[in-house]
């Protein structure tokens, strides 16, 4: 069964007060979800560990002592 289909059946069998209030909640979901230009389908893509791997690059005088703090050394 289709999620629309399942979800005529439910909205079928409630009352006219309970309809009123999935009405107004359709419509908060609508505007909140125009507003943002997401939707449920399409969630915001995680990286995981190692997705930067070799994009980083270290100077090779990385760990050599600045110049600008000899006079604290």
């Known amino acids: 069964m289709s999620t629309d289909t ?3 059946k439910a909205i079928a069998q409630m009352p006219d007060a309970l309809k009123a209030e999935t009405l ?3 419509e908060f979901l609508l505007a909140k979800y125009s507003n943002t230009h997401k939707t449920p389908e399409q969630p915001e893509k995680s990286h995981g560990y190692g997705s930067w791997a070799g994009q980083i690059v270290m100077s090779d005088d990385f760990d050599q002592p600045l110049d600008d703090l000899q006079d604290y050394m």
């Open 24 to 26: 107004h909640y359709a």
């Open 6 to 8: 399942a979800l005529w």
